[in-house]
């Protein structure tokens, strides 16, 4: 079981950046692949970031992330704080949305699954995120 608590949302002009964090319980935070939802009024939810359990080193892992926030968005994680973050920057009007933290016990390296909101078994309540024009 893990539960995961999201921080860091809040209100921000357009240009201006944030960083979500996503605290993690439980000894075996490194076994989970990481992941950042969004979700806006009337829409779903869809995918912004993830990264493998190990995140990015020497032995491998990888990131990805959607196409509308590639070059703006950063995923890393603190396996050691049991923590993942998104950092957030040239914020947009179209970023305003809640944001959701998943994990998925998944040591694999098809990355590109974990962009697949089904796959997650573990979600947090989210954090708003607002981006004034």
């Known amino acids: 079981q893990v539960q995961l608590v999201e921080s860091g949302g809040g209100l921000v002009q357009a240009g201006g950046s944030l960083r979500l964090s996503c605290a993690a319980s439980?000894?075996?935070?490194?076994?989970?692949?990481m992941g950042w939802f969004r979700q806006a009024p009337g829409k779903e939810r869809e995918f912004v970031a993830a990264?493998?359990?190990?995140?990015?080193?020497?032995?491998?892992?990888?990131?990805r992330y959607a196409d509308s926030v590639k070059g703006r968005f950063t995923i890393s994680r603190d396996n050691a704080k049991n923590t993942v973050y998104l950092q957030m920057t040239s914020l947009k009007p179209e970023d305003t949305a809640v944001y959701y933290c998943?994990?998925?016990?998944?040591?694999?390296?098809?990355?590109?699954?974990?962009?697949?909101?089904?796959?997650?078994?573990?979600w947090g309540q989210g954090t708003q995120v607002t981006v004034s024009s």
């Open positions: 998943a994990a998925v016990r998944y040591s694999g390296t098809v990355y590109d699954i974990l962009t697949r909101r089904v796959i997650y078994d573990y």
């Open positions: 439980g000894r075996t935070f490194s076994s989970y692949a």
């Open positions: 990264i493998s359990q190990s995140g990015i080193s020497q032995s491998g892992g990888s990131t």
